[in-house]
């Protein structure tokens, strides 16, 4: 395959990350200020199926950014395209689990293998690996002729890195629940979690749709 096609079929992904973001992020939003619309059970796997496909976009994104983009000697920056990878396909792997058991398909013969645990995992891992590959892919950032990419990826960074210190709080509040039976007393307060919890979802969904964007823009 020659370079073209390989830039095509990645600005290609590229614009399917960004619907797929942008989906989630509707999706998350609409959840948090109308959750009664998802009492409907079709409703609810319609957009249970729409938010796998929309998963499964990103992680092609990252699959074609590791064949297409990245170069052999990019160590660091191979590995933590990887890391991302592994990390969605597990989280995608769970999401198919509970789709399979919301259209009452068991697809698992020892369903203990997804276990709560990795649910609340997961979300951390994924927070500190994004984090990773945009800061790694910062540094790699060298022509002046991708300044705003490189200040795109620059917000990614800060993004990713305000997503995991909620994501540490989350994983924290669940530990927590676990040894007492009840949450935090901060957890508990939702003023708290909204004024709190709303803005940095809002951030990093700004900050990785402006990057993924500005990474279309540059694909020719």
């Known amino acids: 395959m020659g370079f073209g096609a390989m830039t095509m ?8 990350a960004i619907i797929g973001i942008s989906y989630l992020f509707a999706l998350r939003t609409i959840r948090t ?5 998802f009492i409907n059970l079709l409703i609810t796997k319609v957009t ?15 699959i074609y950014f ?6 052999r000697k990019q160590i660091k920056l191979r590995m933590a395209t990887i890391l991302v990878i592994l990390v969605s396909l597990v989280g995608l792997v769970t999401q198919i689990y509970s789709l ?3 259209f009452s398909v068991n697809i698992l013969r020892y369903p203990i293998m997804i276990h709560r645990h990795i649910d609340a995992v997961i979300p951390l891992l994924s927070a500190i690996f994004m984090l990773a590959f ?21 917000l990614a960074v800060m993004g990713a890195s305000v997503l995991t210190l909620l994501q540490i709080f989350v994983l924290f509040n ?5 040894q007492s039976g009840r949450p935090t007393s901060l957890a508990s307060n939702k003023i708290v979690v909204f004024s709190i919890g709303i803005p940095i979802i809002l951030f990093w969904f700004l ?13 020719k």
């Not at 669940?174 to 676990?178: A, F, G, V």
């Open 48 to 62: 249970g199926t729409v938010s796998l496909l929309a998963r499964l976009a990103i992680v092609v994104f990252f």
């Open 207 to 219: 900050a990785s749709f402006i990057f993924f964007v500005s990474f279309y823009k540059v694909q």
């Open 9 to 16: 079929r990645l600005k290609k992904a590229t614009l399917l």
């Open 33 to 37: 200020f109308l959750p009664a619309v």
């Open 174 to 178: 669940y530990l927590y629940y676990l």
């Open 66 to 71: 590791y064949k297409d983009y990245v170069r």
């Open 134 to 154: 945009f800061a790694i892919f910062y540094k790699e950032i060298s022509s002046k002729e991708l300044i705003r990419l490189k200040k795109a990826t620059s």
């Open 100 to 102: 399979s058991l919301m």
